[in-house]
Nanobody, 124 residues
Framework: QVQLVESGGGLVQAGGSLRLSCAAS????????MGWFRQAPGKEREFVAA????????PYASSVKGRFTISRDNAKNTVYLQMNSLKPEDTAVYYC?????????????????WGQGTQVTVSS
């Protein structure tokens, strides 16, 4: 069983930055591929970014490419999402997720464990 806890969300003005963290329990974090998704009110959960267990990155969602960076620290059992140049359309609840078996990375059904989410609100 894996428990994921996100933190770092908040209210920020457009153009600002936030760094989200996702702390994982368990000794096998370093073997999991990790992803970030987001869900805005009335919309489906959508892929944002993913990182392989080795640290290799998966192509970002086009909407965040060049602005967001995913990283991980296996020694700290933590994955991060650095978000720069934030826009009002980035407003959503952000979730981290762990994938314990090979999958495509881009669909929420590829992931086995989820955090509770952290709210990010970007004001214009």
């Amino acid at each position: 069983q894996v428990q994921l806890v996100e933190s770092g969300g908040g209210l920020v003005q457009a153009g600002g930055s936030l760094r989200l963290s996702c702390a994982a329990s368990g000794r096998t974090f370093s073997t999991y591929d990790m992803g970030w998704f987001r869900q805005a009110p009335g919309k489906e959960r959508e892929f944002v970014a993913a990182i392989r267990w080795s640290g290799g990155r998966v192509p970002y969602a086009s909407s965040v490419k060049g602005r967001f960076t995913i990283s991980r620290d296996n020694a700290k059992n933590t994955v991060y999402l650095q978000m720069n140049s934030l826009k009002p359309e980035d407003t959503a609840v952000y979730y981290c997720a762990a994938q314990t078996k090979s999958g495509s990375y881009y669909y929420y059904t590829d992931y086995d464990y989820w955090g509770q989410g952290t709210q990010v609100t970007v004001s214009s």
